[in-house]
């Protein structure tokens, strides 16, 4: 079974702190793994993914995930927040079962970046 | 990253009237194309995957006579709200994919359906 869980719906940092995001993934089958960013009323960016390659990955505008098979997480970090970073985030996964992709957004987790 | 363009960006219309919504992949072929709909406050639920040139795959609970989707080319997918009611409001966004496999898909920037 395919699933993903955004662990907190709302997340509020203030400027130049930190940031995590978390994200847990079920997959019964190699997965890619994104996140992907939304801002209000706008479609959807992409920020970085893992796709089997190196399980730490570096994306846009200084954000990056660590893929760990064993806890099955895929948590979005950024070492310092900026203003322009709240948004909205989505987890995704995407898998193959029986050659059909599927693909399984979780439920997103809001940032608010406090100045 | 490639560009997938979705027109209109928002749309006003009646009930009972029909609505078609374009997504086009700009710069790359697109053989899969993703149609979401999006709650306020909600994830994006897949409607229906669709590959260029077959008959579209819906999910478990949406309607194909009510939302029918066509992929005739290789750039250009769309989805028509037929007979739309209140309730068919919401944020329908597109996605698109070329044809190698695990690449991602790139996303439209949305349409805000209002039916009034």
């Known amino acids: 079974a395919q699933s993903v869980t955004q662990l907190d719906s709302h997340v509020s940092v203030s400027e130049g702190t930190p940031v995590l995001l978390r994200c847990n993934y079920s997959?019964?089958?190699?997965?890619?793994l994104f996140w992907y960013v939304q801002h209000p009323n706008k479609g959807l960016q992409l920020l970085l993914k893992y796709t089997s390659a190196a399980t730490l990955v570096k994306g846009i505008n200084g954000f990056e995930a660590e893929f760990k098979k064993s806890e099955t997480s895929f948590h979005l970090t950024k070492p310092s927040a900026h203003m322009s970073d709240a948004a909205e985030y989505f987890c995704v996964v995407s898998d193959r079962p029986g050659g059909y992709q599927k693909v399984t957004f979780g439920i997103g987790t809001k940032l608010q970046v406090i100045p | 990253g490639a560009v997938v363009s979705q027109h209109p960006s928002w749309v006003i219309c009646k009930s009972g009237t029909s609505v078609k919504i374009e997504c086009r992949s700009l710069d790359f072929q697109a053989t899969t194309m993703f149609w979401y709909r999006q709650f306020p406050k909600q994830s994006l639920m897949l409607m229906a995957t669709s590959n260029e040139g077959s008959k579209a795959t819906y999910e478990q609970g949406v309607e194909k006579d009510k939302f029918l989707i066509n992929h005739a080319s290789l750039t250009l997918s769309t989805l028509t709200v037929t007979s739309a009611h209140p309730e068919d409001s919401s944020f329908y966004i597109c996605s698109a994919r070329g044809p190698s496999l695990n690449t991602e898909a790139f996303f439209g920037q949305g349409t805000r359906l209002t039916v009034v």
């Open positions: 997959s019964s089958y190699s997965p890619s």
